[in-house]
């Protein structure tokens, strides 16, 4: 069986990504070697939250980035993600406004995914939030994705080989 990623919305938007600072250029590059080579890897899934969030943004190459992830299996959302919500939020775990980050993160976790894929390094993949995350999930009987970047995720499947 394949691990499951959960595709979060700034990894199709930085497939596409236009601005030209050399970070903004990496994360692009690394963001489509990963997708053009190790994707296929994994069990990949997204939510309808990723794709709202591509719709609302004003930014160039919009419907590329929902074409890109238009054939990844969308994940349900039931009653227990609106809880596992608003419990991130109440212990301080994910920002209240906007609820999206902790979206990502009940989702990936309730659906036992093993990775979230993001480029988000200030409230998913961040080290220094991880024992808090990984508490609180405990705390909830959910699994505790790893909160990780394509570059981390080509470097773990090429240590594994």
């Given at each position: 069986?394949?691990?499951?990623?959960?595709?979060?919305?700034?990894?199709?938007?930085?497939?596409?990504?236009?601005?030209?600072?050399?970070?903004?250029?990496?994360?692009?590059n690394w963001t489509i070697d990963w997708w053009n080579h190790c994707r296929t890897k994994f069990e990949l899934?997204?939510?309808?939250?990723?794709?709202?969030?591509?719709?609302?943004?004003?930014?160039?190459?919009?419907?590329?980035?929902?074409?890109?992830?238009?054939?990844?299996?969308?994940?349900?959302?039931?009653?227990?993600?609106?809880?596992?919500?608003?419990?991130?939020?109440?212990?301080?775990?994910?920002?209240?406004?906007?609820?999206?980050?902790?979206?990502?993160?009940?989702?990936?976790?309730?659906?036992?995914?093993?990775?979230?894929?993001?480029?988000?390094c200030s409230h998913l993949a961040n080290a220094n939030k991880f024992e808090h995350i990984r508490h609180i999930?405990?705390?909830?009987?959910?699994?505790?994705?790893?909160?990780?970047?394509?570059?981390?995720?080509?470097?773990?499947?090429?240590?594994?080989?």
């Amino acid at each position: 069986m394949k691990p499951r990623v959960y595709i979060e919305t700034t990894i199709p938007s930085f497939y596409f990504e236009i601005r030209t600072q050399p970070d903004m250029v990496a994360r692009r590059n690394w963001t489509i070697d990963w997708w053009n080579h190790c994707r296929t890897k994994f069990e990949l899934v997204t939510s309808l939250p990723v794709i709202e969030e591509l719709q609302g943004g004003n930014h160039p190459n919009k419907k590329q980035a929902l074409e890109l992830i238009s054939k990844i299996p969308i994940l349900p959302i039931d009653e227990n993600i609106g809880r596992i919500v608003e419990s991130y939020v109440s212990n301080k775990l994910m920002p209240s406004n906007p609820k999206g980050d902790a979206i990502h993160l009940s989702l990936a976790s309730y659906h036992n995914c093993h990775f979230l894929l993001t480029w988000n390094c200030s409230h998913l993949a961040n080290a220094n939030k991880f024992e808090h995350i990984r508490h609180i999930n405990t705390l909830l009987g959910l699994s505790v994705p790893v909160l990780t970047t394509p570059i981390e995720l080509m470097i773990l499947k090429e240590v594994e080989k």
